[in-house]
């Protein structure tokens, strides 16, 4: 059974960090394009980061470039992200997603980030 487990969310400052985390379990976790994905109170969904299935290469959305890191372990089957100078506008739920596009799309069930002012 697939699963995507995501921890680390929470209420932190503005300018705070906090770092995401997403147990994945029942697949072959090197093998997929991951996904961190937001979607904000009364907002559609926002794509956050992506990273490749070998983990070289990284993407972000130009709203947290700068500010927020993807990261894997392969040997672990975990994703990250690692984001640091939050903003008030970075409030959202944080779901992590494997295969965005794909056929075998999968969402885990999310973390809350709350941004304080």
Do not use: H
């Not at 992200?81 to 970075?90: F, H, I």
């Amino acid at each position: 059974e697939v699963q995507l487990v995501e921890s680390g969310g929470g209420l932190v400052q503005t300018a705070g960090s906090l770092r995401l985390s997403c147990a994945a379990s029942g697949f072959t976790f090197s093998s997929y394009w991951m996904y961190w994905v937001r979607q904000a109170p009364g907002k559609g969904l926002e794509w956050v980061s992506a990273i490749n299935s070998g983990g070289g290469s990284t993407y972000y959305a130009d709203s947290v470039k700068g500010r927020f890191t993807i990261s894997q372990d392969n040997a672990k089957n975990m994703l990250y992200l690692q984001m640091n100078s939050l903003k008030p506008e970075d409030t959202a739920l944080y779901y992590c997603v494997r295969g965005i596009g794909k056929r075998d799309n999968y969402w885990g069930q999310g973390t809350q980030v709350t941004v304080s002012s």
